[in-house]
């Protein structure tokens, strides 16, 4: 872990801000990411389903294990590939 | 942590003397910490943070500790002290009396700063730890700290190093920096300072720097705002200028030297980062100028026509001047070698400072090279005979200002009543003397708006 010191006047929190929510998906690309827990393609599958059906471009991903974070070279290419994504577990 | 009472020591394997004194140690039954091998006795101290708590300097040294406190203390050998601290006869029957101890790694030149930045307690800035996968320079340029170009992760460690560079408790209030009106500390201006990559030495120069900038007269949240070109330019003077390695001559307005580059880049810094001026937001110059990055140098006090600016300016000794400054203009003269005439080539150029037909409107500093500063100087042109002779050759006709005049839009109201006007206010012009010993060329750094409703020219001390 390596650590620096803020430069900033330290009125903004530390951690970055997300990027604002799209108003609609229709004609975006949103990825799906399976983290791998069972069952999740369940919820995946629908939802694939139920996004085509609104106009959006729907790309599946899968995390190679649940226990760990995606690897970068995943993270990257959903980063490169799609405007939106849901990652959904389900049990 | 608590110290056990009775003898506490701390040793390193490497030292010589440490060795000598194990088994008068070992029969004493002390408390021994060592730094360097964690078999050797029965405390660690290879992470040094006992080291650092106690403040140790010499291994080694042995407490007394009494109630948890230390009540005694003595460092290498010397059998009459050591018998003195722990009150036994005939310690070490077979050794000499005395030996000097070791240097305690905790003190290691390679060591102390990560030590203090671990248990010190000298640091407030709050701490940002970048994630395993985040690349360190990949992570500062996305939060948005720098200015586009690579800056130096400030770790702690560094932050420390820098503020070794001033006497100044990191705690104080530098300036208050516009726009958002944030209290700067020394501290932050020292971890800007790394991020520019400036060494310890620059610190004091880059502190008055934001001091200076900060000034009221100054106008930075203006000068920071403007659709205009200009930001500060920061030109040093007095011994520290050579002392921390500043140029002054060749290609001093160019790149190349770290210190020039480097105090100047820190000062945009901190109105970046510290005072949340960022393009595009507050700052909203239409065009900008490369300046903006850095633009810092040292006057050329030697072989100087000109008394150094800050002393002339009531500064004298280290100080710094800061001007809102828009850019480099060239000044060709290769001719003259009567200072009457330099003037009149000197003037013409200056007269079309922002635009021709405007003055009083826009300051500038006249950078003055040294093959041109011979011309004055052996003439006996100081630098009041110099703005005075310039101020005689930039009375302007007020017929030529006018709107309209020349065929051109731009240009005073109608209704002006005096036949001429100046193209500097008082104090609008400043002349400093700097560059290489080859060149006929001197330089106008065009200003911006000037006097009580723009930016005043302001000078500091560099205070160490």
């Given at each position: 872990m390596r650590t620096v010191l803020d430069p900033t006047g330290e009125r903004r929190p530390a951690t970055r801000e997300l990027l604002p929510r799209p108003d609609a998906l229709r004609g975006r690309t949103v990825g799906l990411l399976d983290i791998s827990k069972a069952r999740g393609d369940v919820v995946l599958d629908r939802l694939e389903e139920l996004l085509r059906a609104d106009g959006v471009r729907v790309l599946r991903y899968r995390k190679p294990t649940f226990a760990r974070p995606a690897p970068v070279d995943l993270r990257h290419e959903i980063a490169e590939h799609c405007e939106v994504v849901i990652e959904a577990l389900a049990d | 942590m608590q110290l056990p009472d009775g003898l506490v020591a701390v040793v390193k394997r490497d030292c010589p003397t440490c060795t000598l004194v194990e088994p008068v140690l070992r029969g004493l039954g002390a408390a021994v910490w060592c730094?360097?091998?964690?078999?050797?006795?029965?405390?660690?101290d290879t992470g040094l943070e006992l080291s650092y708590r106690l403040g140790i300097e010499t291994v080694p040294t042995v407490l007394r500790v009494e109630g948890g406190r230390e009540t005694g203390r003595v460092v290498g050998w010397s059998r009459e002290q050591w018998e003195g601290l722990t009150g036994a006869a005939g310690l070490g029957p077979g050794l000499p009396d005395h030996r000097p101890g070791c240097g305690s790694l905790s003190v290691d030149p390679s060591r102390v700063d990560e030590l203090e930045a671990r248990y010190g307690d000298g640091l407030a800035s709050r701490r940002v730890a970048l994630a395993d996968l985040e690349d360190e320079h990949e992570a500062l340029f996305d939060r948005g700290w720098t200015d586009g170009l690579p800056v130096v992760p400030p770790t702690p460690e560094r932050v420390l190093r820098m503020l070794r560079g001033t006497t100044r408790d990191p705690r104080e209030v530098v300036a208050v920096v516009p726009p958002d009106l944030v209290a700067c500390t020394v501290e932050k201006v020292a971890v800007n300072a790394v991020m520019a990559g400036c060494l310890p030495e620059y610190l004091p120069v880059v502190l008055a720097a934001v001091e200076a900038a900060c000034a009221e007269e100054f106008a930075l949240h203006g000068l920071l705002a403007t659709t205009y070109f200009s930001g500060p330019v920061v030109v040093v003077n007095g011994p520290v200028a050579r002392r921390v390695g500043m140029n002054s001559g060749v290609n001093c307005l160019g790149q190349g030297n770290r210190a020039n580059a480097t105090i100047g880049r820190a000062l945009q810094l901190v109105v970046r980062n510290v005072g949340g001026g960022r393009p595009g937001e507050v700052d909203r110059a239409t065009l900008g100028n490369p300046g903006k990055y850095t633009s810092c140098f040292a006057e050329r006090e030697e072989d100087s026509p000109f008394a150094p600016l800050a002393a002339d300016r009531g500064v004298p000794g280290d100080a710094v001047t800061v001007f809102a400054g828009a850019g480099v203009q060239p000044v060709v003269d290769q001719l003259s070698r009567d200072p009457e005439s330099l003037a009149r080539s000197l003037a013409a150029c200056l007269r079309v400072n922002a635009h021709p037909k405007l003055p009083m409107a826009f300051d500038a500093m006249l950078v003055v090279s040294p093959e041109h500063g011979r011309v004055l100087r052996e003439a006996g042109w100081d630098r009041a005979r110099l703005l005075a002779e310039l101020d005689g050759l930039l009375r302007l006709p007020a017929g030529e200002l006018v709107r309209g005049a020349g065929g051109m839009a731009e240009g005073l109201p109608p209704g002006v009543e005096a036949e001429q006007l100046p193209k500097f206010r008082p104090g609008g012009l400043l002349v400093t003397h700097a560059g290489g010993?080859?060149?006929l060329f001197s330089a106008i750094i065009g200003g911006w708006v000037s006097g009580e409703t723009g930016s005043v020219p302001v000078t500091r001390e560099v205070r160490g």
């Open positions: - | 730094q360097d091998d964690p078999d050797w006795f029965d405390g660690d010993d080859a060149g």
